[in-house]
């Protein structure tokens, strides 16, 4: 059940998040411009999920900047092994964000968490592709069906995030970051993906499927405004024997100047 949009959500962020931010800040704005557009999509007075497409260890730290300054304190779902780092992790849990415990019997736990979540007014980032890209060309894989599972179980919007830059600046799964040129970060919300006709129907796989695959047209549409580039007409799997393979740095030209 969704949210009443009367009934606006406490965002406060936290004081472990808002120091986090005043830490970050100045380093991040130094480092990188900023094309940010969308913000208006991204709703007030309800709770509802991000979904994001994935191109970079950097992009995490790039979207978080992008939703707090428009007064959404950023919720990820984010691996276990992070957030059981001994100290990084402690400060990371401080902020709410949700471990994921995948193939455990805690890994239902993620899913409950950002369900309720979603229910008491925050907005949940989900990166669906669940890894960076190996999509040559970088765009969005397949994707997984807990966002979409969320939205249709809770009547939360679901609204499409793409980024396009943070992959110029630390290119995937690289390590070294580019500081020169200075890179920009674009980063564009669009209106939530319409699931409308399949709300209040049983949420069977292929009710779930078809609303996986509209939520990655939408943020795939988005990403290519962002790049200003047509978007591919087919979508890599994450069953593709190369999203297997053993990751590697690698760097593309397509980008938005």
Known sequence: MRTPADAAPDRDPGTVLRSIVAVLRGPVTAMVRRDWSGAEH???HEGFVVAANHVSHSDPVMLAHFLYDNGVPPRYLAKAAILDLPVAGRIL??????PVYRGTANAADAYAAAKQAVLDGEGVIFYPEGTITRDPDEWPMSGKTGVARVSLETGCPVIPV??????????????????????????SAGPPVDLDDLRGREITAGILAEATDRIMDAVTQQLALVRGVPAPSHRMSRDDPRVKERPHPRRQSATKE
């Open 162 to 187: 793409a980024q396009w830059g943070p992959n110029l600046f630390l290119e995937p799964y690289g390590h070294r970051p580019r500081f020169r040129p200075r890179q920009t970060m674009h980063i």
């Open 42 to 44: 991204l709703p007030r």
């Open 93 to 98: 849990r401080a902020t709410g964000q949700i």
